[in-house]
């Protein structure tokens, strides 16, 4: 969250749509570098959703799921800080 902040700091009015738009361009490029570098690297397709199956250990959704939320959860608490000024 923390380099989220540093990194992504758009204006107060940026609506809530965008924020998501640019969480879920976030997930589809780490799906990108993700699946090219596993198929580069010699993975199998099950090898790689491994990582993706929840019901196995998979933690993979949970932290992309985060990583698509984290712009308005970021611009939330920019907010909020400058509310407490």
Known sequence: MRVTQSVFNPPPSTS????IG?????????LAFEVALGRATGASWPRILED???????????????????????VRRNEQRRRQR
Do not use: E, K, R
């Not at 809530?16 to 924020?19: H, R």
């Not at 640019?22 to 780490?30: F, K, T």
């Not at 019901?55 to 712009?71: E, N």
């Open 52 to 74: 993706y199956d929840l019901a196995h250990g998979g933690l993979m959704p949970i932290g992309l799921l985060f990583l698509a939320l984290a712009p308005s959860l970021a």
């Open 16 to 19: 809530q749509s965008t924020l």
């Open 22 to 30: 640019v969480g879920v361009a976030w997930v589809g490029a780490i």
